[in-house]
């Protein structure tokens, strides 16, 4: 018995082979982006999905050669944000407890020092963790992360900045020469790789 093939019955406007191959390089990304905003496996998976599915139906919106990665993240903040004030009667994890639960003891002195770097991300106010990441651990510039973000160069910088002194700060150190080898904590202090 054959079956039919199922195809949508109509592709959007610059929805094409090519596109399909650039959201799925992408996911990786996204899936990073996500759960640095939302510390949940599930809710950020559903992030990343729902953010394909309005890139995929919005093809036509992208101006190719731009930076697919910057508009992707853009879309995904822009959902998170809609979730969160959808959101507003929840309760949140401000003080860590129920993240605590999900993690395991470290065994590693780098266990150790990661779980201490992650709690002192996790203080930082939202803003201040996004664009830590953004800039710090995704390499975007200050430029393309402003853009994400909607706001001016400037702001971001300052975000960044303030970010990395209240990390160096939380964590007791004298400035980033104090990190440890892991590349992505240096580059989220300033350090760089």
Known sequence: MTYPSIRPAVTPGGADTEMRDLLLGAIPALRAFAFSLTYNLDRSDDLVQDTLVRAWTKADSFQRGTNLTAWLFTILRNLFY???????????????????????????????????????LDGLPLSQREALVLVGAQSFTYEEAAAICGVAVGTMKSRVSRARGRLIETLGMTGTGDIGADALTRAAAGSGP
Do not use: N, Y
């Not at 009667?89 to 150790?112: F, K, M, N, W, Y």
């Open 82 to 120: 809609s979730e969160q004030r959808k959101r507003k009667r929840e309760v949140e994890d401000a003080d860590g407890v129920h993240a605590a639960r999900l993690t395991s003891l470290p065994e590693q002195e780098i266990r150790v020092e990661m779980r201490e770097f992650q709690e002192a």
